[in-house]
């Protein structure tokens, strides 16, 4: 099964309005998460590593008032689009890594896929 | 900044054939290596992966080739099957303080025909 889950797995939102989305370590604690988008036809864009505890730290060019990275526990980090408008339209992954090294141990949840009207 | 490319955008082969997809990456430093399948609407999975002190990893039906001398990466697919259709992204980790952080290339759409 999962390791990593997303919510919502999709979502639909008006113009100006906030979204919050939910990535969690399922049987695992996860001390870093990462959060990438994604859009259509396009690769994987790293937008912000999330460390618990501590402040996010976003990759060059990502707004970090617009998105607002929170991980409050080990097995939990959110992402919140804030002022969402049509071109935050885009398909939201994160990841999380359990061991102390990366190998096989690096697990993407399924995507949030956020459509703004 | 660095970033990891692919050589073929689209690739299309007949079912049981063998398919072989190319990565370049340009991060001198990138010590890890993983290959990625995604399917519409869906998270990566994870295919294979090679550290940087090896040169060839085989799982079942893949295998992946590393040439750091020319940093290029390859994904061989054997008996390719309709499954197999699916976008297939190469990863590359520079370890160290980026740790966990992936620099994804620019995919490859796989389309395996009966």
């Known amino acids: 099964g999962a390791v990593v889950s997303q919510h919502p797995s999709r979502v639909i939102c008006k113009s100006g309005t906030s979204v919050k989305i939910e990535c969690r370590s399922l049987d695992f604690q996860a001390t870093t998460m990462f959060w990438y988008r994604q859009f259509p036809k396009q690769s994987l864009m790293l937008m912000a590593t999330s460390n618990e505890g501590s402040k996010a730290t976003y990759e060059q060019g990502v707004e970090k008032d617009k998105f607002l990275i929170n991980h409050a526990s080990l097995t939990l980090s959110t992402l919140t689009v804030t002022s969402a408008h049509p071109e935050d339209s885009s398909f939201y992954i994160c990841?999380?890594?359990?061991?102390?090294?990366?190998?096989?141990?690096?697990?993407f949840g399924e995507g949030s896929r956020l459509t703004v009207l | 900044g660095e970033s990891v490319g692919l050589h073929l955008p689209t690739l299309s082969v007949q079912e049981g054939d063998n398919s072989i997809i190319n990565c370049a990456y340009s991060?001198?430093?990138?010590?890890?290596f993983i290959w990625y399948k995604q399917e519409s609407g869906k998270g990566p999975q994870f295919i294979i992966d090679?550290?940087?002190?090896?040169d060839k990893r085989q799982g079942q039906r893949v295998t992946v080739l590393l040439n750091k001398t020319v940093k290029h990466l390859s994904l061989q697919i054997a008996a390719t099957q309709p499954g197999d259709s699916a976008v297939y992204f190469c990863a590359e980790n520079a370890g160290g303080t980026s740790y966990g952080k992936l620099t994804f290339g620019q995919g490859t759409i796989l389309t395996v025909h009966p």
């Open positions: 991060n001198s430093a990138s010590d890890y």
């Open positions: 090679i550290r940087s002190n090896m």
């Open positions: 990841s999380a890594t359990r061991g102390a090294t990366i190998t096989g141990e690096l697990f």
